[in-house]
């Protein structure tokens, strides 16, 4: 399934006309379209669904999600919630994506107040792995500006030469020796228009008749009093003159569809018009300015002409107020002209090349990039399915009452905080926290009895008696452990306040390994700017063996699988191949070919450096043959003093959400916190553990 994102160069481009001819285009072409209009941006005088959307519903038949409103989106900028706003944006673009073959994006639309909407498209088009069309009109510009444009706008999205940039489409064009000569001009400007590279997907013509507007539309946006509507909700306005000559010398301008612009007291130019209407001139109507109307006895002269259609409109505004407010009306098409929208569609279609999209659409896309936003959202509506119970033992600490309270509200999990009823609803008051009457609060104080004789039993190998049990489950952390371990809850999140040690040691004597494999490693998620990555092993195990850096990295790789990544591991190194010695190097060489030999279908390879690992013209270079430099998505260092160095220097330096540590190798879900934890990184722990139970008990 591909994504198809629509980003404006500027203002008057069009969107959603180009929308509307690339969908009807796509469909001619046998392919299943669907449309998504991300934020919403009503015009002044909208009320109802969004105009993109009824425009698209109405002409096409095909229906779409609520955008996001606009109130929101400013909400959740000023508030520095744009995470928040991407998953929702991710959200209900998957209620439209199902079955089809393409879903086509339409941007924002610059306006004069915001100077956000071309940062947004950028974050936008990233949160849902598109590919980028670029729309562009020349408008008052020069080829050359119209260009500048273009290559500007082009940048927000990696540039022209970037391989998600599949070129521009070129709206009302104006040229007097026809469009293929304009065309010719603007490549000429801009020579990379038109290669293989960034390709020309139409050159669309103005046509004024689609332009226009009906006179109902005008009197609506100008809050016109009708004096007599007439046909005004079927004429077209194609031309607006101000009456201020006399009637003999504005005779001849009296033509179909022209809007006649005059004082109400011009008695004679009200009767010229009346005239030409009766006279079979379908003017667009007669709008009247000032204060004053028409005299009564001119009006009932008149009544014929009205009779006939003539739409008459009167505004309290002076001439030239009311010139001034008609040039600068918006003239997209509103959302009930259907007439029109299915008339644009058409001619728009019949201007644009789909068959240059052809290779690209043809070609399934066997991996999407998991973005962020998108990452974020599969893993709460994942969470939320899978309805499991996770035990918090740090239930008195004030992150991890905040975390619990979200998970309850949004169904992430039902959570068990273990502690002192009293102690975290001192905490909620302090903290300004209502506490649902869902959320579950156990003292454990008052249960741990019941724990002593399965402990005992459990660990009766190793001599364990009711009072050292007794003395072990005053930590919390032990007690949610064998609450875990007996089944009455599906996971375990701890580290707010504990050290890693501290989680996994109760882990390992009563929980165990999974089968098939012999130690405990972690991963973390990172959620970089374009695509989330598989960091592994960051937090456990400080110098592993070659067996055990094989096992760690078959672990992440099924990690990744439960969380949506396409997992493509690299085994990470200061060498690339063969190209350097050492003992460290042979490790991670040793270390592949254990993992290859137990995964032959895994795409494994190393050693490889980070960039080879990363970075697709460095891994072509270091190491051509391989199925993973250059594109890799799990990432396993050899130690744990480089795995924790780099995740560290990745997550500040380049800003991104680290989610995790998250523990694997255990035959049930225990997942340790950085005791610098964040609420959000303790709710998407929670939710990961949660996806976790969920994969166990599949």
């Known amino acids: 399934?591909?994504?198809?994102?629509?980003?404006?160069?500027?203002?008057?481009?069009?969107?959603?006309?180009?929308?509307?001819?690339?969908?009807?285009?796509?469909?001619?072409?046998?392919?299943?379209?669907?449309?998504?209009?991300?934020?919403?941006?009503?015009?002044?005088?909208?009320?109802?669904?969004?105009?993109?959307?009824?425009?698209?519903?109405?002409?096409?038949?095909?229906?779409?999600?609520?955008p996001v409103p606009l109130a929101q989106l400013e909400r959740q900028l000023a508030n520095g919630e744009l995470d928040l706003l991407l998953e929702d944006v991710v959200s209900r673009y998957q209620q439209v994506a199902a079955g089809k073959d393409v879903v086509i994006v339409e941007g924002m639309v610059p306006t004069r107040e915001s100077?956000?909407?071309?940062?947004?498209?950028a974050l936008l088009a990233k949160s849902l792995d598109a590919e980028v069309i670029l729309v562009a009109a020349q408008g008052d510009d020069e080829l050359k500006q119209l260009a500048e444009r273009i290559e500007i706008q082009a940048q927000m999205f990696g540039g022209a030469k970037d391989p998600k940039v599949l070129g521009t489409i070129l709206n009302k064009v104006k040229s007097e020796d026809g469009v293929p000569a304009f065309v010719e001009r603007i490549k000429a400007q801009l020579p990379l228009l038109g290669s293989d590279i960034f390709q020309l997907l139409g050159a669309v013509p103005f046509n004024a008749e689609l332009n226009a507007l009906r006179t109902c539309d005008i009197a609506s946006a100008l809050g016109a009093r009708v004096l007599s509507a007439g046909e005004a909700d079927q004429r077209r306005v194609q031309k607006i003159i101000l009456a201020a000559r006399t009637v003999p010398n504005m005779a001849h301008l009296l033509q179909p569809g022209v809007l006649v612009v005059t004082p109400g007291d011009r008695d004679d130019v009200i009767l010229a018009a009346c005239l030409a209407s009766l006279n079979g001139v379908k003017l667009g109507g007669l709008l009247l300015t000032g204060d004053f109307g028409p005299d009564q006895r001119i009006l009932d002269l008149c009544k014929a002409a009205l009779d006939s259609g003539l739409p008459v409109m009167t505004v309290q505004t002076g001439s030239y107020e009311t010139a001034t407010n008609l040039n600068g009306l918006n003239r997209e098409t509103p959302a009930d002209d259907v007439e029109r929208a299915a008339k644009v569609t058409d001619f728009i279609a019949s201007h644009l090349q789909p068959e240059l999209l052809h290779p690209r659409l043809s070609v399934p896309r066997s991996e999407l990039r998991l973005s962020p936003p998108a990452f974020r959202y599969q893993l709460v509506k994942r969470a939320q399915d899978a309805n499991k119970r996770i035990v918090l033992p740090e239930g008195n600490e004030p992150r991890t009452i905040r975390a619990a309270v979200i998970c309850q509200e949004r169904g992430i999990a039902r959570c068990v905080l273990l502690a002192k009823p009293e102690e975290v609803q001192a905490v909620a008051r302090e903290q300004g926290i209502v506490l649902p009457a869902s959320l579950e609060i156990l003292d454990p104080d008052a249960i741990t009895e019941r724990y002593v004789a399965p402990m005992c039993e459990m660990r009766k190998a190793k001599g364990l008696?009711?009072?050292?049990?007794?003395?072990?489950?005053?930590?919390t952390v032990v007690l949610g452990t064998m609450m875990l371990a007996l089944d009455e809850v599906d996971g375990l999140v701890s580290g707010a306040v504990h050290t890693t040690a501290n989680t996994i040691r109760p882990a390992l004597q009563l929980i165990k390994t999974a089968p098939g494999y012999s130690l405990v490693s972690s991963v973390f998620f990172m959620l970089l700017p374009d695509q989330v990555l598989v960091y592994g092993d960051c937090a456990v195990n400080p110098n592993p063996s070659a067996s055990e850096l094989a096992e760690i990295a078959l672990q992440s790789a099924e990690s990744a699988v439960a969380l949506g990544v396409n997992p493509r591991v690299a085994m990470i190194s200061y060498s690339t191949g063969s190209s350097g010695a050492g003992a460290e190097v042979e490790k991670v060489t040793e270390a592949t070919r254990i993992a290859q030999e137990r995964a032959p279908d895994l795409p494994i390879d190393g050693p490889l450096q980070y960039d080879a690992a990363s970075v697709l013209s460095v891994g072509k270079q270091k190491a051509p043959n391989s199925k993973v430099a250059g594109q890799a998505t799990v990432f396993i260092f050899p130690d744990l003093n480089t795995g924790n160095t780099t995740y560290k220097a990745v997550q500040r330096n380049a800003n991104c959400l680290s989610v995790g540590p998250m523990l694997q190798g255990l035959a049930k879900p225990v997942n340790d916190l950085s005791r610098g934890a964040l609420v959000d990184d303790i709710v998407f722990t929670i939710a990961l553990t949660a996806l976790q139970a969920a994969n166990r008990t599949a």
Do not use: W
């Open 1 to 66: 399934m591909h994504t198809l994102f629509l980003a404006p160069c500027g203002f008057g481009g069009g969107l959603n006309s180009i929308s509307l001819g690339l969908i009807r285009a796509l469909e001619r072409a046998g392919l299943k379209v669907g449309f998504f209009k991300p934020i919403a941006q009503p015009f002044p005088n909208d009320q109802g669904r969004e105009r993109s959307c009824l425009l698209v519903e109405s002409t096409l038949s095909i229906t779409s999600p609520e």
């Open 115 to 121: 100077d956000y909407t071309a940062r947004i498209n």
């Open 465 to 475: 008696t009711p009072d050292d049990a007794r003395e072990q489950l005053k930590d």
